[in-house]
């Protein structure tokens, strides 16, 4: 079955970087495109960014757009987010998602979920 | 960018009553829209896409409907499992965006 495991959350202070990476298995990941999810604490659900399975493409929150980039590795299986000069308000679980069919992110839901990583930006 | 309003934020019902979930987005997304149930301590999980569509082994007492700017997620009869907090998320355009949850507890 899908599985995708993150890891690389931590305690990071406000302005430093930290990168977060999603391992993923049961399916064949190049041709599925993939997400990444935050909550805040307490919060609600904000979509942060994807990337198209063969990298064509990528789109951002605004929020993030100039500090976090989303990248994967097909060969690997496996899907990054560098997250640069954090603020305070990046604090929150980041969870990986595969989008729901195969090839296009586009009309696409968000599917399968792993159970997050936690980052904390505190000084 | 497209915003999605949920009501009520809370919803207090009765093990086997029914529950409707209100979602609006403020323009028109068709019916690129999803439910989304999460539950403490739990990745959210897909329920309903397309407006209409369960998800593999969702029951068949969660049902969506609505097109365009308006949208309902009903629950025939609560079953203890189903509370939860519910989110709507449009998939029409970037960047992708959630409503701010609606909270079914026990009343």
């Known amino acids: 079955q899908v599985q995708l495991v993150e890891s690389g959350g931590g305690v990071v202070h406000p302005g430093g970087s930290l990168r977060l990476s999603c391992a993923a298995s049961?399916?064949?990941?190049?041709?599925?495109?993939m997400h990444w999810v935050r909550q805040a604490p307490g919060k609600g659900l904000e979509w942060v960014a994807v990337?198209?399975?063969?990298?064509?493409?990528?789109y951002y929150v605004d929020s993030v757009k100039g500090r976090f980039t989303i990248s994967r590795d097909n060969s690997n299986y496996k899907l990054d987010l560098q997250m640069n000069n954090l603020r305070a308000e990046d604090t929150g679980i980041y969870f990986c998602?595969?989008?729901?069919?195969?090839?296009?992110?586009?009309?696409?839901?968000?599917?399968?979920w792993g159970q997050g990583t936690l980052v904390t930006v505190s000084s | 960018e497209m915003v999605m309003t949920q009501s009520p934020v809370t919803l207090s019902v009765s093990p086997g009553d029914r529950a409707t979930l209100s979602c609006r987005a403020s323009?028109?997304?068709?019916?690129?829209l999803a439910w989304y149930q999460q539950k403490p301590g739990q990745a959210p999980r897909l329920l309903i896409y397309?407006?209409?569509t369960r998800a593999t082994g969702v029951p068949p007492r969660f049902s969506g409907s609505g097109s365009g700017t308006e949208f309902t997620l009903t629950i025939s009869s609560l079953q203890s499992e189903d509370f939860a907090v519910y989110y709507c998320?449009?998939?029409?355009?970037?960047?992708?965006?959630f409503g701010q949850g609606t909270k079914v507890e026990i009343k």
């Open positions: 998320q449009q998939y029409n355009d970037w960047p992708r965006t």
């Open positions: 990337i198209w399975y063969d990298e064509s493409d990528k």
């Open positions: 323009q028109s997304i068709s019916r690129n």
């Open positions: 049961g399916f064949t990941f190049s041709t599925y495109g």
């Open positions: 397309g407006a209409t």
């Open positions: 998602v595969r989008d729901f069919s195969r090839f296009s992110s586009h009309w696409q839901p968000l599917d399968s």
